[in-house]
């Protein structure tokens, strides 16, 4: 079976697809400190809970957007799978199979690059994938796959964080979709600012970029918060969950030989 993790800058989302179907989904917390060991211990009881045991697990793919993190996530992999991971965007050897058509492909974050494989391989044609996280990003996927660039907002959390810090009369809130555009008390004016002002982002930043980009867009969302804009604007398209590992799933199968030869190489070792 395989492991998929993707490290964000808020959570972490581990995976498990036992080569049909994906078996279990966790997320918990990002944390530069949290060991390996002290992963295996959250994570060994959460896979007893799905009848899943490590010794299950013989592949391992590993995104992330925060290297702190990786020595931790690399060493659970190895020390506990007995596997050496494929970790997109640090391992040279790891081929993903699409252009990355900016300045410095090297700037294009590993999560923007696993949803821009996720999306291409569900969606024909091309794409403008947002994905709502502790930033909000606007990616455009050209039909034949490739990264073509995007926009980097700040997500609504860290918008409401900001807001709250700021501000001393402002309190902190929850994110909810207000009835009314107007608020009638301070609350309702701040979700409103907040939710309905990403809805105009998301809608203006969407029309704007499909000006620009020669091929029609279907625009697909996905992202921790993703699901609060259902309903509430038309220019999504699809609303997506399961984006970003359906592309570690894809590019493990991409890189498969890859895999073989290390988990070879590290038995050996």
């Known amino acids: 079976m395989l492991l998929a993790i993707d490290a964000g800058n808020t959570n972490t989302l581990f995976a498990i697809h036992d080569g049909t179907a994906w078996r279990a989904q966790w997320r918990t917390s990002t944390s530069t400190i949290r060991t390996a060991d002290e992963y295996i211990i959250w994570l060994t009881q959460l896979m007893a809970l799905k009848g899943l045991k490590p010794a299950d697990i013989n592949r391992c793919v590993i ?26 965007g640090d391992d040279q050897d790891v ?4 252009g990355v058509n900016i300045d410095n492909p090297k700037e294009a974050g590993a999560d923007r690059l696993v949803n821009a494989i996720g999306g291409h391989v569900a969606y024909p044609g091309a794409l403008l994938i947002i994905d709502s996280g502790t930033a909000t990003t606007f990616d455009v996927i050209s039909s034949a ?3 073509e660039g995007g926009v980097i907002a700040p997500g609504i959390n860290l918008s409401l964080i900001a807001l709250h810090n700021a ?14 555009a107007i608020g009638r008390n301070t609350v309702e004016a701040m979700q409103s ?3 309905w002002g990403y809805i105009a982002l998301i809608e203006g930043m969407c029309a704007r970029i499909q000006l620009e980009y020669p091929e029609k867009l279907t625009v697909v969302a ?6 609060l804009f259902e309903g509430a604007t ?31 190489r590290f038995k050996a070792d």
């Open 234 to 264: 038309n220019a999504i398209h699809h609303f997506d969950h399961d984006l970003t590992i359906r592309g570690l799933l894809e590019i493990h199968a991409r890189n498969a030989h890859v895999a073989d030869d290390r988990r070879k």
């Open 145 to 147: 796959g490739d990264f």
């Open 95 to 98: 081929d993903l199979g699409i």
């Open 222 to 227: 996905t992202g921790g918060v993703a699901s």
């Open 193 to 195: 600012g907040v939710f």
């Open 167 to 180: 501000a001393a009369k402002l309190p902190r809130i929850e994110i909810r979709r207000p009835a009314h």
């Open 63 to 88: 995104s992330t957007v925060v290297p702190q993190s990786l020595f931790h996530l690399r060493n659970l992999s190895r020390r506990y799978f007995g596997i050496d991971p494929l970790v997109v």
